[in-house]
């Protein structure tokens, strides 16, 4: 397994598990964690929301039977989406990671990244909140999740800590991150910059882009590998590049996120084990420059 080191200051796996769908799986906790650790996955990112704190519990009672690897695996969560609204106050964050504690079993998660942004969010807020939970040692190392630069410039007005992730949603389709940035002088759709820079951005300040629903078409708009009525150029070119690596098209997929040099950490959210192997064999390919390029332009991309 590839590894990378998010932030600048925590080694782990190029592949991270997300924890999202983790009560839909049809096969054990113990089997698909265990399996996913086997893989070399280390990194397991949740969220407060997600299945109404249920996937969290879940991965408790797997880590309350599995103590000694406490150490040896990095856990991930958000906070700050609330039912009708988005909240950074320092009482919602506090009591949210209290939350999450309690349903992982763990005394400290080691990231916790803040969900959406809040556009009433008053960064000292933030700022108290992040201290305490630092101070007390509940929370290891801050991010964010689905922030643009401006908001993340805004934050560090009254946060000290480093911001060490910004989740963004990336895949073959739906890659505005790098599109923009290929169409810059352009007057075509194209060059419209949707996120200010973010790629950009994160690489400059050592933030890693976590890349959620690697796999879909859109915003949850359903997977693209095998989806041949909508993608039929795309998986034509993925079929052609699994032949070339000697492996199948979701890993070419997941090779395609990798190889950027920006050091993209893959969330994957598959609670199937077969796939799961499929996408963490993508972490040991390296597509050549001509192949990485040949994929994009199939998703119905143009270069300039």
């Known amino acids: 397994m590839k590894r990378i080191m998010v932030g600048g200051r925590i080694p782990s796996s190029a592949v991270a598990m997300g924890c999202m769908r983790l009560t839909d799986a049809k096969v054990s906790a113990d089997a698909l964690i265990s399996g996913a650790m086997e893989l070399g ?11 109404g704190g249920r996937c969290e519990e879940v991965f408790g009672e797997w880590l309350a039977s599995h103590r000694e690897l406490r150490d040896k695996i ?8 609330r039912r009708g609204c988005y909240d950074f106050s320092k009482e919602h964050i506090i009591s949210a990671v209290e939350g999450s504690l309690k349903r992982l079993r763990t005394d400290y998660v080691d990231a916790l990244l803040l969900h959406r942004p809040d556009t009433l969010m008053e960064p000292e807020e933030v700022a108290e909140a992040f201290n305490k939970l630092e101070s007390e040692g509940k929370v290891k190392y801050f991010g964010v999740s689905n922030h643009n630069p401006m908001q993340i ?3 560090k007005t009254a946060v000290k800590q480093p911001i060490i992730a910004d989740q963004l949603q990336f895949s073959i389709p ?3 991150l790098v599109t923009s940035g290929l169409n810059v002088n352009m007057k075509n759709d194209e060059s419209v910059m949707h996120d200010g820079g973010a790629l ?7 933030i890693t882009i976590q890349a959620w629903s690697p796999f879909q ?8 590998v095998g989806d041949r009525e909508r993608y039929p150029v795309l998986n034509d070119k993925l079929g052609e590049m ?3 690596y000697s492996v199948t ?4 997929a997941s090779a395609w996120i990798l190889r950027h040099p920006a050091k993209i950490q893959l969330i994957s959210g598959s609670v199937s084990p077969g796939r799961q192997k499929e996408i963490a064999k993508g972490a040991d390919i390296e597509l050549s420059r001509e192949d990485w390029y040949e994929i994009y332009l199939a998703a119905g991309f143009r270069l300039p």
């Open 242 to 244: 699994a032949e070339k």
């Open 153 to 155: 410039e805004l934050l």
């Open 74 to 81: 990095t856990i991930q969560t958000k906070c700050g989406i």
């Open 174 to 176: 739906e890659s505005g």
């Open 217 to 224: 078409g859109g915003f949850f708009g359903g997977p693209f």
């Open 41 to 51: 996955i280390d990194y397991f990112d949740h969220a407060d929301i997600y299945g």
């Open 200 to 206: 950009e951005y994160m690489r400059v300040k050592g």
């Open 249 to 252: 098209p979701t890993a070419i």
